[in-house]
């Protein structure tokens, strides 16, 4: 089902309330923003996580990534999407925005599910992050779409896309989620969701029919998107 923008309608006391909160000072947000880093930082709350903890910059903007967990290579780099999945991640995004990674990381905010490398799975490949672990991660979340109260979310791969659709992803496949836009609140605060698959090379779905076909779509429908055409000067 494609998606269409609406005419948005009037605001409640309280979305207005929230509307004000977006516009106080620019010093101000972004010094709460780096305060939830520096707890972010200092977190030692998981026992089976390996540190450090992988968070991006403080940036302020319309549009948040989520991604799932950093692999066992970000936290050398520190940051997001620093290895292979992040290379073809970068290059979706060059290919359907015409934007440089540098220049995407300087204007998205990249958060993730969990923030620190959940070790190895006993069948191979990377362990996913347990009920408490991505429970706790959760505050940080909750903190920092409070201060961003992102237009547009990019949930990518299947934990990203769960943790931020909630009851609209329960029970569907990646062929059902991948391709349009979802309006839904998410701790408390109402955006455009849109998913995409995780870009790992371990994974084959982005590569095939229909992923492959759902992909550009959702790449389109990303372009498209006001607060992407906004943040990156799309004509």
């Known amino acids: 089902m494609s998606y269409e923008w609406a005419v948005p309608a009037p605001e409640s006391n309280t979305a207005a309330v929230r509307r004000a909160s977006d516009r106080a000072p620019t010093p101000r947000r972004l010094a709460v923003l780096q305060a939830i880093h520096d707890d972010l930082d200092a977190c030692g709350a998981c026992p089976k996580m390996i540190g450090p903890v992988v968070h991006g910059p403080p940036v302020l903007g319309r549009v948040m990534l989520v991604g799932q967990a950093p692999g066992p290579r970000e936290g050398s780099f520190g940051r997001p999407f620093a290895w292979t999945a992040g290379r073809t991640l970068f290059r979706w995004f060059e290919e359907s925005l015409s934007v440089k990674e540098d220049d995407f ?128 000067a799309i004509g």
């Not at 779409?145 to 659709?165: D, H, K, N, Y």
């Not at 870009?199 to 982005?206: E, K, R």
């Open 105 to 232: 990381r300087a204007r998205v905010y990249m958060a993730a599910v969990a923030r620190c490398f959940p070790g190895k799975a006993n069948g191979g490949g990377d362990r996913k992050p347990d009920s408490q672990e991505i429970g706790r991660c959760r505050s940080y979340l909750a903190r920092e779409v409070e201060v961003l109260r992102p237009e547009l979310v990019l949930a990518v791969g299947s934990l990203a896309i769960t943790e931020v659709l909630g009851e609209h992803a329960v029970g569907k496949k990646l062929d059902a989620l991948v391709g349009d836009a979802v309006r839904t609140s998410w701790h408390g605060h109402e955006t455009d969701v849109i998913a995409l698959p995780h870009p790992s090379g371990a994974s084959p779905w982005h590569k095939i029919e229909p992923g492959k076909s759902l992909l550009q779509r959702a790449l389109g429908t990303v372009r498209r998107h006001p607060a992407v055409r906004a943040t990156f």
